[in-house]
């Protein structure tokens, strides 16, 4: 029931530069939860690939992503409900993706961004309003769990491209 609430808060943990990790962790959830597994390998492995960024970086503006969001069920466990119980359900629209902007300690700007619905979805990057337009000289590449991608094309200051289902990737900026 908050296999979402599950995925927004791996993707944010992400996008913020943390360690996605899971508590209470029991062997047969590898099968029980097979698809909250395999989105928190593909995001713990692309974080282990952006270490300069998500790690030794520092965090800066992103661009706005216009996604949409997503009508969601989310539950809070409070340790100070006492009698009457301590988890709440409720429900929330939560936004369809979710990035971050690092500057590597080298320089390098990345956007890291997470999926949290399982279908693909196109996302229109508006790296003018975000300040962050590359030099003319600069190429820009995906990186996801798999590793770098050939680079991107940029079109008057968008960047244009589609995340898996459940998917994740990083956006290098970089030198030539």
Not at 40 to 57: F, H, K, Q, S
Not at 74 to 84: D, H, P, T
């Amino acid at each position: 029931k908050y296999a979402r609430q599950f995925h927004f808060e791996q993707a944010r943990a992400l996008v913020w530069g943390q360690q996605p990790m899971l508590a209470n962790f029991r062997p047969e959830q590898l099968t029980e939860r097979a698809e909250e597994i395999g989105y928190l390998l593909r995001l713990a492995r692309l974080r282990y690939r952006a270490l300069p960024w998500l790690r030794d970086g520092e965090f800066i503006r992103a661009p706005v992503l216009q996604v949409g969001t997503v009508p969601s069920d989310l539950s809070r466990l409070s340790i100070y409900a006492g009698q009457r119980g301590g988890v709440t359900a409720f429900k929330r629209d939560l936004p369809r993706a979710l990035a971050g902007a690092w500057r590597a300690p080298d320089g390098r700007r990345a956007i890291v961004l997470a999926s949290i619905v399982d279908e693909p979805l196109t996302l229109d990057l508006d790296l003018a309003a975000a300040g962050f337009l590359p030099a003319p000289n600069e190429q820009i590449y995906r990186f996801d769990e798999a590793g770098r991608r050939e680079p991107l094309e940029r079109r008057n200051g968008h960047l244009l491209l589609t995340l898996p289902p459940l998917g994740a990737c990083l956006v290098e900026f970089s030198g030539p």
